[in-house]
């Protein structure tokens, strides 16, 4: 099992949707270019050009090469399409040669109201899981969900596993029908995002009993450390940029709602190109059911630690509130306006990642050892807020849209 991702994908063809993402490119990137497979479909809206004109944004020194392996074909269409809205003639070839399915394709937006984003991210993986059943060698469909599809068990450890709330076929029913979810009784799960994935997660089990399965649940997800590039991060990919982008530019109140008032709960996230290490290392692997991604498989940094990085580098210290980070847990306080958007941020989860320990042994182009040897995770920090700062310290009228 060492040498298994050098020789598993050599007989893999594979289905990429969501490949002009950020993790979908790391993904597309690692496929082509550190391990050799057979073929690699990748859907993109509306036309090839679009998305060659993407990558030549978010990749530009990358896509050439990836291109020129030969190895990937490009399928226009779209998830929430019949079929994909792939070509007939293109999809009876996928279904008779394609081995494993990498279901990237999500809107990742925190505002979509509940209805949009069941629209966006649940019923098309439904419908491509479906579809998926239909190829005749498939071996793994990979849906790639969010660890944060469990945010409404507060606090605490969340181990590997599915956390039901009430009935998934109800709820679904509810919010296409009339927006949102009359039952009483369903916790918060804080954004509409993060209810559509849970939704979806249980809905995929539930639907498709056969299905070989494999559900990735990465927490936020952070530039990369080496791959494509140092720092890769295209826009609006990473949420914690966002937010520190957000803070920088027009700073608020800065009181934060917390579970303890030293801010010690951990802000999880990973970087990219670790999280398609580790799920292209469970592929080859053969895992089957939920796995975490997260800062267990990292390095896990707390609410305060960010705040702290965020005031080392924020360009006209000067616009600061005093003291600019609060942290309260009196509910009788007034949150500023971060802080309301961003409440996951006052959550203490701890995600566990205990079935990825094993990885850590298995050598080779997808190491996750030889990808954070020599790794400085705070020097990591520190250049990706002064590469935000220096962004806004360009754009001197550039105002929060929050």
Same mark, same amino acid.
């Given at each position: 099992?060492? $040498?298994a991702p050098?020789?598993?994908?050599?007989?893999?063809?594979i289905?990429l949707?969501?490949g002009?993402?950020?993790?979908?490119?790391?993904?597309?990137f690692?496929?082509?270019?550190?391990?050799?497979?057979?073929?690699i479909?990748?859907?993109?809206?509306?036309?090839?050009?679009?998305?060659k +004109?993407h990558?030549?944004?978010?990749?530009p020194?990358?896509i050439?090469?990836?291109l020129?392996?030969?190895?990937?074909?490009?399928? /226009?269409?779209d998830?929430?399409?019949?079929?994909?809205?792939?070509a007939?003639?293109?999809?009876?070839?996928m279904?008779?040669?394609?081995?494993?399915?990498i279901?990237c394709?999500?809107n990742i937006?925190?505002?979509?109201p509940?209805k949009q984003?069941?629209? #966006?991210?649940?019923l098309?993986?439904l419908?491509? +899981?479906q579809?998926?059943?239909?190829?005749?060698?498939?071996?793994?469909?990979?849906?790639?969900? %969010?660890?944060y599809?469990?945010?409404h068990l507060?606090?605490?450890?969340?181990e590997e596993?599915?956390?039901?709330?009430?009935?998934?076929?109800?709820?679904l029913?509810?919010?296409?029908?009339?927006g949102?979810?009359?039952?009483?009784g369903?916790? #918060?799960?804080?954004?509409?995002?993060?209810?559509a994935?849970?939704?979806?997660?249980?809905l995929?089990?539930?639907?498709n009993?056969?299905?070989?399965?494999?559900?990735?649940r990465p927490?936020?997800?952070a530039?990369?450390?080496?791959?494509p590039?140092p720092?890769y991060s295209p !826009?609006? +990919?990473c949420?914690? $940029? %966002?937010y520190i982008?957000?803070y920088?530019a027009?700073?608020?109140s800065?009181v934060f709602?917390?579970?303890?008032?030293?801010?010690?709960? /951990?802000?999880d996230e990973i970087p /990219?190109?670790?999280? +398609?290490n580790?799920?292209l290392?469970h592929?080859a692997h053969?895992?089957?059911?939920i796995?975490?991604?997260?800062?267990q498989?990292?390095?896990?940094?707390?609410l305060?630690?960010?705040?702290?990085t965020i005031?080392?580098?924020?360009?006209?210290p000067?616009?600061? !509130?005093?003291?600019?980070?609060?942290?309260?847990t009196?509910?009788?306080?007034?949150?500023?306006?971060?802080a309301?958007?961003?409440?996951?941020?006052g959550r203490d989860?701890?995600?566990?990642?205990k079935?990825?320990?094993?990885? %850590?042994?298995? &050598?080779?182009?997808?190491?996750?050892?030889?990808l954070?040897?020599?790794?400085?995770?705070?020097a990591?920090? #520190? &250049?990706r807020?002064?590469?935000?700062?220096?962004?806004i310290a360009?754009r !001197?009228?550039?105002k929060?849209k929050?």
């Open positions: 099992m060492q $040498s050098s020789t598993f994908f050599q007989s893999q063809t289905f949707t969501g002009t993402g950020g993790l979908g490119g790391c993904l597309l690692k496929l082509a270019m550190r391990v050799d497979t057979q073929k479909y990748v859907l993109v809206r509306g036309s090839e050009a679009r998305a +004109a990558w030549a944004s978010t990749m020194a990358q050439g090469p990836m020129g392996t030969g190895k990937i074909q490009l399928v /226009v269409g998830t929430k399409e019949r079929d994909c809205g792939i007939p003639a293109v999809l009876a070839e279904a008779g040669c394609v081995t494993l399915v279901h394709a999500a937006s925190l505002t979509a509940v984003s069941i629209l #966006d991210n649940c098309p993986t419908a491509l +899981a579809l998926a059943g239909t190829f005749k060698k498939l071996s793994k469909f990979v849906h790639v969900s %969010t660890a599809a469990n945010v507060l606090d605490g450890v969340v596993r599915v956390y039901p709330v009430g009935d998934p076929e109800r709820h029913s509810e919010i296409l029908d009339t949102s979810i009359v039952q009483t369903v916790p #918060d799960f804080l954004r509409p995002y993060t209810l994935k849970h939704l979806t997660e249980r995929l089990l539930a639907r009993p056969r299905l070989p399965l494999l559900i990735v927490s936020f997800i530039p990369a450390i080496s791959e590039y720092q !826009p609006g +990919a949420p914690m $940029s %966002t982008r957000t920088m027009a700073p608020d800065g709602r917390v579970t303890s008032s030293t801010a010690d709960n /951990v802000v /990219v190109d670790l999280v +398609a580790l799920l290392l592929v053969g895992t089957t059911g796995v975490h991604a997260g800062a498989s990292y390095v896990p940094r707390t305060a630690q960010l705040h702290a005031l080392a580098h924020i360009p006209r000067e616009r600061l !509130p005093q003291p600019p980070f609060q942290y309260v009196d509910a009788c306080i007034e949150e500023g306006r971060y309301t958007f961003w409440r996951i941020l989860l701890h995600f566990s990642t079935a990825s320990e094993f990885l %850590t042994n298995i &050598e080779g182009p997808l190491s996750i050892r030889g954070l040897d020599g790794h400085d995770a705070a990591f920090m #520190d &250049e807020a002064r590469l935000v700062a220096r962004e360009d !001197p009228n550039h929060s929050l």
